[in-house]
């Protein structure tokens, strides 16, 4: 058991001999906890020195010991459902060193990535896909007579999703030889939410898991556990005998988040990541609420002031800010699981019936209900409330996690109105217009913190109406939309820029872009989005529509994956900090130079 994360390289004489599984598989067996042992100290050597996902991978050392000794990956496919859990798979698979530049800009990638290495499988950075994806290659492996195995590990809240039981009962039709191992912990970030994870924590305590046994076995699959996850022997002899059966097999492993560190273990919710660690003696930088901290103490506020609203949320209660909100009122905040579809058709329902649900969702998870956002909630023209959390680039999670695409995916939708405020006022001022908008209205802010300003109550404004910042006199005039307002600010008096904050992307401030047309030769929308179909497209449209001949330029992100880095250096790359916006403006006000 550990009790501190070490700061030092620990010895690891056993781990430091493997640069490949294939050199694991000829250990003996007696020596495979040991390296267990190593694996979990590297890990969390490694982890204190980059920060990231830390409870899911202690969790699963031995698993993945167990894993590549019994397999022949890579021929072998090993999918990790939740990648977060693959930190020891990356060490195993000759990635030991580089596991200390993960999440850092030309680094390892936080989760799971083919191009990345031979032995993932497939890119897993989003839950619930594992099954779905080790079928598709148990089945074309047998299309082309190719003899393999094919392992799909399921867990840390995964198995909520509909996606999986989608492939479950598909799996079953097949008859392929597919294994599926659920890694049940009892946990997804938050604690696991719903039926299914009260049914398996009631089953195994009653009946070590006969009637689990049955649920599965009822889909056809040959079920065998649950068996404790950390016992090495029993977990090799369960998976040799597993991989032996032909057809769906299902094993039900039980395991522990956080396992070996004690503070993990008895808080898995605060480990399920960490910051690196900081020296003693760097001087610790006084924190700001971040916007999820600022929604959260909006929606309970306004909570105490309207019975109607609810907070909806699919397993992202603390990541959304909303754990005072379900202490406060419980009976009002419905935490989904891993289930977005559900999420979304589930506000329509309370919204046909008199509420007002918020539902608090990362931009990249509500690309997972897109077709409950069109069909159940905007063709009903229903009063929904969507705030979208991790809006734009998110940093070290990388391009899985980027919430890069929402304005392009929803202002191209009927009835949908969609709100950027540039800081934390105005996300307080923009959250209260669009809670009292009657109708389908999204407000997207991004990760972390904004200027750290003191913020006054909440005042709502008109719908669709833009601020101006700044008027200048050089012809050139900044339309922003979102976060990066302060980025334009620090050019505006060197360069006499307008600066415009637009608010709304959609209704649209036209009557301010026309008054900008009668003494402004260039406008450049700014936005922390894709360029192609994101705000600066919507403005576009409408200078089209007028015949305007102005000149407009458009900064965002461009047609291609940022990969994992600080925000900051991600904002660097794709032009949008202020030096970028510098070399973009300079010319077309001192053509020569």
């Known amino acids: 058991m550990f009790f501190e994360i070490p700061t030092t390289r620990p010895v690891t004489p056993l781990l430091d001999q493997l640069d490949d599984p294939k050199q694991l598989r000829t250990l003996p067996t007696d020596q495979l906890t040991e390296l267990a042992n190593e694996l979990r100290h590297f890990l969390l050597y490694s982890v204190g020195q980059t920060g990231g996902h830390f409870g899911a991978g202690l969790g699963v050392v031995e698993l993945t010991v167990a894993l590549h000794y019994c397999l022949n ?20 698979t000759g990635r030991r060193e580089a596991l200390l530049t993960i999440r850092k800009k030309d680094g390892l990638a936080p989760f799971p990535r083919q191009s990345e290495s031979p032995y993932d499988a497939f890119g897993t950075g989003h839950s619930s896909t594992s099954i779905s994806a080790a079928l598709g290659m148990a089945l ?88 404790d996850g950390h016992d090495l022997p029993t977990l090799i002899t369960a998976l040799q005998h597993s991989l032996d059966q032909a057809g769906p097999q299902f094993l039900h ?17 605060g480990y399920h990541a960490i910051a690196k660690i900081e020296p003693i003696d760097k001087p610790k930088a006084k924190g700001k609420p971040t916007f999820a901290n600022i929604f ?80 159940d909630v905007l063709i009903q023209n229903l009063d929904v409330l969507f705030c979208i959390d991790r809006a734009g ?8 996690h980027a919430g890069c695409y929402d304005i392009s995916y929803l202002r191209c939708i009927p009835e949908m109105v969609v709100i950027t405020p540039s ?21 997207r802010y991004p990760r972390g913190s904004g200027t750290g300003q003191q913020t006054q109550p909440a005042t709502p404004i008109t719908l669709g109406s833009a601020r101006e910042i700044r008027r ?73 529509s007028i015949n305007s001949q102005v000149h407009l330029i458009s900064l965002g992100i461009a047609d291609r994956w940022i990969e994992h880095a600080t925000r900051q250096e991600q904002l660097a790359e794709c032009g949008l900090d202020t030096e970028g916006l510098r070399q973009v403006i300079r010319p077309l006000l001192w053509p020569q130079g």
């Open 140 to 227: 074309a492996d047998k299309l082309q007579n190719i003899d393999s195995h094919t392992v799909a590990v399921i867990g840390d809240g995964a198995m909520t999703a509909g996606m999986a039981f989608e492939a479950l009962n598909h799996a079953a039709h097949t008859g392929s030889n597919l294994l599926v191992i659920l890694n049940d912990n009892d946990m997804s970030i938050s604690h696991n939410e719903g039926g299914l994870a009260t049914y398996l924590a009631k089953n195994l305590k009653d009946n070590m898991g006969e009637t689990t046994a049955a649920l599965f076995e009822a889909l056809d699959f040959n079920y065998s556990g649950p068996i």
């Open 472 to 544: 200048g006199n050089s012809g050139v005039a900044v339309l922003n939309f979102g976060p990066l307002l302060s980025q334009a600010e620090a050019l505006a008096e060197d360069m006499d820029l307008s600066i415009i904050d637009m608010r709304f992307v959609k209704p649209l401030d036209q009557q301010i872009i026309l008054t900008l047309l009668a003494d402004h030769h260039t406008l450049i929308t700014l936005e922390d989005h894709a360029i192609q179909g994101g705000a600066g497209s919507a403005v576009s449209e409408y200078l089209h």
């Open 73 to 92: 990956t890579p021929d072998d496919h090993l999918v990790w459902d939740v990648g977060h859990q693959s930190y020891p798979h990356k060490i195993l």
């Open 423 to 443: 800081d934390e006022q105005e996300l307080l001022n923009l959250l209260e217009t669009g809670y009292q908008y009657q109708g389908p209205a999204a407000i």
């Open 393 to 400: 680039l998110v940093g070290e999670d990388g391009a899985t």
């Open 253 to 269: 492993i039980t395991t522990l988040k956080g396992k070996g560190f004690s503070p993990a273990e008895k808080d898995p919710v």
């Open 296 to 375: 959260g103490q909006w929606a309970t506020d306004k909570a105490e002031q309207d019975p109607r609203l609810t907070a909806i949320t699919p397993a992202m209660r603390e990541g959304s800010g909303l754990v005072e909100f379900s202490q406060k009122y419980p009976e009002r905040f419905f935490d989904v699981a891993i289930a977005e579809q559900h999420a979304v058709t589930l506000a329509a329902g309370m919204a046909f019936r008199n509420m007002k649900p918020v539902v608090a969702i990362y931009s990249t998870f509500l690309q997972r209900a897109y077709d409950q956002l069109i069909h």
